[in-house]
């Protein structure tokens, strides 16, 4: 049909009958839109879902891209719960023991217990940095100091264990005054 096709398939039961929108079978349409698969032609299906009015079955492909975003979608409702515990467990400023998980260019990404956090590059160290791989390597157990989280991310310091090693108000003074000092 334009919209789609119906196959039998043979579970080993019985013989059975299902629909395969066109939608659901990217695999077998060519560029223009048009099967590329007659009738009488074995192809592979999935069955995508089992409904009142029939089974709908669909191409491996899009079962299995399908499937990825139901997991991505899961992993992601899965990893905002974590974020919403460990804020509701911990106080900001609690110092962990972490573990690097990888260094990245602009980020750490650690593991404290059961949790995933970031440490971002501004807070690896109170002077600048120019590779974290300098500072940190993977594998290596650091502390730690819970700063922040938002929907997806805890986020973690480094800098925050040490005092600031220089006064803001240096910064303020004019040359004059820098030089005088």
Not at 16 to 24: A, E
Request: hydrophobic content about 35%; proline content about 2%.
């Amino acid at each position: 049909q334009d919209n789609g096709c119906y196959c039998s398939f043979l579970p080993l039961w019985q013989n059975q009958y299902g629909f395969m929108p066109k939608h659901l079978m990217p695999s077998y349409l060519d560029n223009q839109g048009d099967f590329t698969i007659s009738k009488g032609d074995n192809i592979t299906v999935v069955i995508n879902n089992i409904t009142d009015r029939g089974i709908i079955l669909s191409d491996i492909q899009t079962y299995d891209k399908e499937q990825k975003r139901i997991q991505k979608k899961e992993e992601k409702a899965r990893m905002q719960a974590l974020v919403t515990d460990f804020a509701q467990r911990y106080e900001r400023g609690t110092v962990f023991e972490a573990e690097v998980v990888k260094v990245q260019h602009s980020k750490v990404m650690v593991k404290v217990a059961n949790y995933s956090g970031v440490i971002r590059k501004e807070d690896t160290n109170w002077n600048e940095i120019e590779q974290l791989s300098d500072l940190l390597f993977e594998g290596e157990t650091i502390s730690a100091v819970y700063l922040d989280h938002d929907t997806d991310n805890l986020y973690f310091s480094l800098k925050h264990l040490n005092k600031k090693p220089y006064d803001d108000a240096l910064y303020d003074l004019s040359l004059v005054d820098l030089l005088k000092f």
